[in-house]
């Protein structure tokens, strides 16, 4: 019997339909449209980017390479409102499972509408990532491999509950040229600033930003498959590019996405929360494009070096949504990954006051006022810590009792 497999983009971009155009080709080219069952699910939001359901609906010749194709917007929980009442959630866990929070809620709203349907696996993509890589070649050129991504994931399935690929490209959505705007003594204090509330910032991510554009590595993938790296008491996970055996969710083994309302995080708190859980890095490769510089990439045409990105109004817009999301998302990870209450609080005052020192000096340089706002996001998201906490609970409870139940 063949395996019942959705995937899944939650996306607010009007490039969705260019990059599952190229999912598509993947997925013929490898022979997943043969011998998997396949379905795609879009968790889409039109607020995002001001668009229309209707920029997120998919050409003809890219639906009929799938079973089925479900549009999942903005009132898709309301839909989801029957299993409240059939498995007796409390509104409190279904509102933090379920109702807009971003793309935790989206990717829930996803992973049940796949539970429901008898999927056995689902594998998460995101809208900015390509379904293939860079690798340096012998003339200082990129040689680009498109890979089998389903296939890596599938077989790595067979052994643990979640899988998780390898990003290439911009690691994250941070301008390269930082360097010519902030000195190095901020670009450093910001790093140990955030970091000591991230799984992933350090006092050098932002020291040389050139170096967060990533290409492929054939030694590191001959490597793989192998466990996923834990830092900070996280297992690393990023938005796309991961799977699920729903057979282990059904089993309780596996917790929901959560963030605080606003906060990005989602992927580190649930990392945080999966000590117990068989994680393993495969050898499916993506190429992460958050500034959207690559968009050919999604149609086969691939460029023969990768530039660094300017500081500009867009890149910095970008660059300043994330940084607000990180700040918002600390002190609900340290909650999770630090025990000792009294750590916890020290390393937030510390945090507090660098922000608040740098957060002038972030907006003067790089020209863009958003940046002061780091450290009154802070304090906002301490002082609604133990709601936060206890919504995760709450989110928590309700998920295991409907997952058990389907």
């Given at each position: 019997?063949?395996k019942?497999v959705?995937l899944?983009?939650?996306s ?16 013929v ?5 043969a011998s998997?069952?396949l ?16 920029d997120f609906?998919l ?10 194709v479900a549009?999942l ?9 029957w299993l409240?009442r ?10 933090a ?23 056995d696996?689902l594998l ?5 990532e ?5 690798f ?5 050129q990129?040689?680009?491999e ?10 790595g399935?067979?052994q643990?509950a979640?899988t998780?690929?390898v990003?290439t ?9 930082l360097d010519?705007y902030l000195?190095e ?12 509330g991230?799984?992933f910032i350090?006092g ?5 930003p ?10 590191f993938l001959?490597q ?7 830092a ?5 996970l990023?938005g796309?590019?991961?799977a699920?055996?729903?057979?282990a969710?059904r089993?309780?083994?596996?917790p929901?996405?959560f963030?605080?309302?606003?906060a990005?995080?989602e992927?580190a708190l ?9 994680c393993?890095q495969?050898?499916?490769?993506i190429f992460?494009d958050?500034f ?15 530039d660094g990105?300017g500081?500009?109004p867009e890149?910095?817009e970008?660059?300043?949504?994330a940084?607000i999301g990180?700040?918002r998302?600390?002190p609900l990870l340290?909650?999770?990954t ?9 390393r937030l ?9 740098l957060?002038p000096?972030?907006?003067?340089g790089?020209?863009w006022?958003g940046?002061?706002k ?6 906002r ?9 206890e ?5 928590r409870?309700?998920?295991?009792r ?5």
């Amino acid at each position: 019997m063949k395996k019942q497999v959705h995937l899944a983009f939650c996306s607010g971009r009007r490039t969705l339909p260019l990059v599952a155009g190229m999912l598509a080709r993947n997925l013929v080219q490898w022979g997943h449209t043969a011998s998997c069952d396949l379905s795609l699910t879009i968790a889409y939001d039109p607020g995002f980017q001001g668009l229309s359901p209707l920029d997120f609906a998919l050409p003809g010749e890219v639906e009929r390479q799938f079973a089925a194709v479900a549009y999942l917007g903005p009132g898709a929980q309301s839909q989801l409102a029957w299993l409240q009442r059939s498995f007796g959630l409390e509104e409190a866990g279904f509102a933090a499972l379920f109702r807009s929070r971003g793309y935790s809620s989206q990717k829930n709203i996803a992973l049940a509408h796949a539970l429901l349907a008898g999927a056995d696996y689902l594998l998460f993509l995101d809208d900015d990532e390509y379904l293939a890589a860079p690798f340096p070649g012998e003339k200082g050129q990129l040689e680009w491999e498109e890979g089998d991504l389903l296939g890596a994931h599938l077989c790595g399935l067979k052994q643990v509950a979640i899988t998780h690929g390898v990003l290439t490209g911009y690691s994250s959505p941070v301008p390269t040229d930082l360097d010519q705007y902030l000195a190095e003594e901020v670009r450093r204090r910001l790093g140990l600033a955030l970091g000591l509330g991230s799984e992933f910032i350090a006092g050098d991510t932002f020291v040389r930003p050139r170096e967060l554009i990533r290409c492929g590595d054939r030694d590191f993938l001959g490597q793989l498959p192998r466990p996923l790296v834990q830092a900070r008491g996280v297992k690393l996970l990023s938005g796309g590019n991961i799977a699920f055996d729903l057979g282990a969710m059904r089993a309780g083994q596996i917790p929901p996405y959560f963030n605080p309302p606003g906060a990005r995080g989602e992927d580190a708190l649930l990392g945080a929360q999966l000590e117990a859980v068989a994680c393993q890095q495969v050898p499916a490769c993506i190429f992460h494009d958050p500034f959207q510089r690559y968009l050919g990439i999604a149609r086969g045409e691939y460029p023969s070096q990768l530039d660094g990105v300017g500081v500009g109004p867009e890149t910095l817009e970008r660059f300043c949504r994330a940084f607000i999301g990180w700040v918002r998302y600390a002190p609900l990870l340290l909650r999770l990954t630090v025990g000792d209450a009294q750590e916890r609080e020290e390393r937030l005052e510390r945090m507090q006051g660098e922000l608040d020192e740098l957060g002038p000096a972030l907006a003067r340089g790089l020209g863009w006022q958003g940046f002061a706002k780091g450290a009154e996001e802070l304090r906002r998201y301490r002082g609604r810590l133990e709601r936060d906490w206890e919504d995760l609970q709450r989110a928590r409870e309700a998920w295991f009792r409907l997952v058990r139940g389907v």
